[in-house]
């Protein structure tokens, strides 16, 4: 009997020892006074106005085919309406009256089957290439669209005997992929009740060389677009019309990538600020003027500037920019009425009316949100 209560104290000795080296293994190390656990910071992603600005360009997804919009000229420059939204923008970012090509913008030529794929993908920070806002393009595209800068309607272009839509029965009809015109052509000869055969095609250039070839017997797509080609295209095929049928509405409106609402702000006050200034009446040459001595109350808030002397500036847009960019925007590019009569207007090749996009106080659907 005495051995065996030898063996039971010693086993007993030995499962407390285990017992208190698995609980010195469990305890944890002690930290340095003061000291804590590591913990890993992630930072947080650069916003798309950060990023800009320290590449120091602003990209601008642009069209290099559509004469009064986005155009590359003999001297292989682009230049259009659209053209000047992305100058307009890049001086709010970089604080300047004077934007270069190269040195604060950079204009990106896309098709238009490729032009969200290349948004979502980085290329460019803003797409300004007479783009349609739809309900499908915001919601799968990964496109935010901010302010509609033209109301646009699609048509038909073809050659001076053609009468009405009614004479296209049956006709192939040329027109650009990956574009809402393919989808409003089919809906609309639908409705009419005719027939067509549709050639799709990547932009407006294969389009005329389809056309002079007679591969198509008309063109559509957006009226202002085909208002711009009208008068090159006749010159080497004869006279063409473009038929008076509205076959679908058009707004064209910059987009960014969405996921980021302060750059979608920035893009929106820009132009919504290049709307509100010619309401307002300040013009290019103005500007400056206004500036330093504004008109009216609602000239000083949309510069960023005092009303009098012995006031502060009653409005802080908060945008991450300059509170005065609207001043280097418009001593840049000037008002909307300006952009438009450059590059649209009835004293140009194009020489469109401002029809829907007359201000609204003139009976137009342009309507500015204050500036406030």
């Known amino acids: 009997m005495p051995g065996r209560t030898r ?9 407390t020892l285990t017992a208190v080296a698995c609980t010195r293994e469990e305890e944890p190390e002690p930290q340095a006074a003061g000291g804590g656990a590591e913990e890993t910071v992630q930072e947080e992603p650069a916003s798309v106005l950060q990023t800009i600005q320290e590449r120091g360009v602003l990209r601008c997804g642009v069209n290099n085919t559509v004469p009064g919009f986005g155009f590359e000229t003999a001297e292989g420059t682009i230049e259009g309406f659209d053209i000047d939204f992305c100058k307009a923008i890049a001086a709010a970012v970089f604080a300047t009256d004077a934007p270069e090509e190269g ?48 109301f646009d309607g699609q048509a038909m272009l073809a050659p001076a005997n053609v009468g009405s839509i009614n004479d296209l029965d049956g006709a192939t009809i040329c027109v650009t992929a990956g574009t809402t015109t393919e989808l409003n052509l089919a809906d609309y000869f639908q409705q009419q009740g005719l027939d067509f055969e549709p050639l799709t095609l990547e932009d407006y250039d294969q389009i005329f060389r389809a056309f002079r070839q007679e591969r198509c017997d008309a063109v559509t797509g957006d009226r202002s677009a085909l208002a711009g080609l009208a008068p090159t295209w006749s010159e080497d095929v004869g006279q063409l019309t ?30 919504n600020g ?94 500015a949100i204050p500036f406030r």
Not at 243 to 261: H, N, R, W, Y
Not at 346 to 361: C, K, Q, S, V
Request: hydrophobic share 40%; no cysteine.
């Open 274 to 367: 290049i709307i509100l200034a010619e309401e307002l009446g300040v013009t290019q040459q103005t500007v400056a003027q206004e500036a330093q001595n504004p008109s009216t109350p609602g000239i000083a808030a949309l510069l960023g500037t005092p009303f009098a002397e012995d006031e502060e500036v009653n409005v802080e847009h908060g945008l991450g920019i300059d509170d005065t960019f609207m001043q280097n925007v418009l001593a840049a590019v000037g008002n909307y009425g300006e952009i438009f009569d450059r590059h649209l207007g009835p004293n140009t090749d194009i020489g469109l009316e401002r029809g829907l996009n007359a201000l609204w106080t003139d009976g137009g659907l342009q309507y």
């Open 7 to 15: 063996l039971v104290a010693m086993l007993a000795a030995v499962l």
């Open 242 to 271: 473009i038929l008076p049928d509205v076959m679908s509405k058009e707004p064209l409106t910059p987009g960014v990538l969405e996921g980021d609402a302060d750059w979608a702000d920035i893009v929106f006050w820009v132009t």
């Open 103 to 150: 040195t604060h913008y950079e204009l990106v030529p896309i098709d238009a089957d490729n032009r969200f794929i290349a948004l979502r993908d980085g290329e460019y920070d803003v797409l300004v290439r007479n783009t349609t806002w739809t309900s499908s393009r915001e919601g799968t595209e990964g496109v935010q669209f901010t302010k509609t800068n033209f």
